[in-house]
């Protein structure tokens, strides 16, 4: 079942994605911009909410032995790699 809920994130995301760039490239008349842009808000707000579920989930994973949640800074391994070259 976690997959269901991954692919609902995807998908709400993909159409998000798509929402942004039809109101960015397409001359749209007012009232289907409006539609879009309110679509746009519901999906952000889901993909917000999913997010911060799965956030939640990872803080209990990481919980020290005391069962406190152990929050480190999430950096992807780019940065970590090109500061590293850069000598910080």
């Known amino acids: 079942m976690p997959r269901a809920k991954s692919s609902e994130f995807e998908k709400a995301f993909q159409e998000l994605e ?3 760039k039809r109101l960015e490239s ?9 539609q879009l ?3 746009g808000i519901r999906l952000s707000r ?13 803080e209990l994973i ?9 929050v480190e800074p999430f950096e992807p391994e780019e ?5 590293t070259e850069e000598g910080l």
């Open 79 to 83: 940065e970590e790699d090109a500061a």
């Open 46 to 58: 889901f993909c917000n909410q999913k997010l911060e579920e799965v956030e939640k989930k990872i």
């Open 18 to 20: 798509e929402i942004v």
């Open 26 to 34: 397409e001359e749209l008349p007012l009232d289907e911009s409006l």
């Open 62 to 70: 990481l919980a020290d032995s005391k069962g406190q949640p152990v």
């Open 37 to 39: 842009f309110e679509k």
